[in-house]
Antibody, heavy 117, light 110 residues
Framework: EVQLVQSGAEVKKPGESLKISCKGS????????IAWVRQMPGKGLEWMGM????????RYSPSFQGQVTISADRSINTAYLQWSSLKAPDTAIYYC??????????WGQGTLVTVSS | QTVVTQEPSLTVSPGGTVTLTCASS?????????ANWFQQKPGQAPRALIYSTSNKHSWTPARFSGSLLGGKAALTLSGVQPEDEAEYYC??????????FGGGTKLTVL
């Protein structure tokens, strides 16, 4: 059974760093892209970027380039999304999703990140 | 900045048919945009319905179909059920590597 399991909810202060994770199982982790998607409170979905764990090829949306870092550790089938300095507007649910040849199928359950002083 | 536009809201009667569309600010949507469609219900993660314009996943109900219509990607629901009430999002690919979501369509079944 294919699964993407994300790390738990986080509460952080502005300026703090954070790394959230997405662990894939039930398939060849290195053969599919993992994309990250943001959903701010009460808003729509935003495509942030994606990584191909097979060779760490990474693509970013222009809106998120330089704001976050996407990485992966294929030895433990896990992709990451990290911030070096969080801001209040980073408060959102972040989803990971699997993709191959432009086709999205399985999604993680989402990680709620709350940034508040 | 590329913009993908969907109808903000649509209402359909149970058993009826409704078409949601997805337009690109860059021009006509073609198969090269690999349109994906997702359904999201409150408090849940999105669920994939359609990929590469018209292909269904194994779990996609038969009443959902994807196509190109008038230069846009389209999602048609035939024989709408009450459980189809949800937010629907399209995703288009640009340059083979950049994804852009539409703003979402809130579908009400009334």
């Amino acid at each position: 059974e294919v699964q993407l399991v994300q790390s738990g909810a986080e509460v952080k202060k502005p300026g703090e760093s954070l790394k959230i994770s997405c662990k894939g199982s039930g398939y060849s982790f290195t053969s599919y892209w993992i994309a990250w998607v943001r959903q701010m409170p009460g808003k729509g979905l935003e495509w942030m970027g994606m990584i191909y764990p097979g060779d760490s090829d990474t693509r970013y949306s222009p809106s998120f380039q330089g704001q976050v870092t996407i990485s992966a550790d294929r030895s433990i089938n896990t992709a990451y999304l990290q911030w070096s300095s969080l801001k209040a507007p980073d408060t959102a649910i972040y989803y990971c999703a699997r993709q191959i040849s432009g086709a999205y199928d399985y999604w993680g359950q989402g990680t709620l990140v709350t940034v508040s002083s | 900045q590329t913009v993908v536009t969907q109808e903000p809201s649509l209402t359909v009667s149970p058993g009826g048919t409704v078409t949601l569309t997805c337009a690109s600010s860059t021009g006509a949507v073609t198969t090269g945009y690999y349109a994906n469609w997702f359904q999201q219900k409150p408090g849940q993660a999105p669920r994939a319905l359609i990929y590469s314009t018209s292909n269904k996943h194994s779990w996609t109900p038969a009443r959902f179909s994807g196509s190109l219509l008038g230069g846009k990607a389209a999602l048609t629901l035939s024989g709408v059920q009450p459980e189809d009430e949800a937010e629907y999002y399209c995703l288009l690919y640009y340059g083979g590597a950049q994804g852009v979501f539409g703003g979402g369509t809130k579908l009400t079944v009334l």
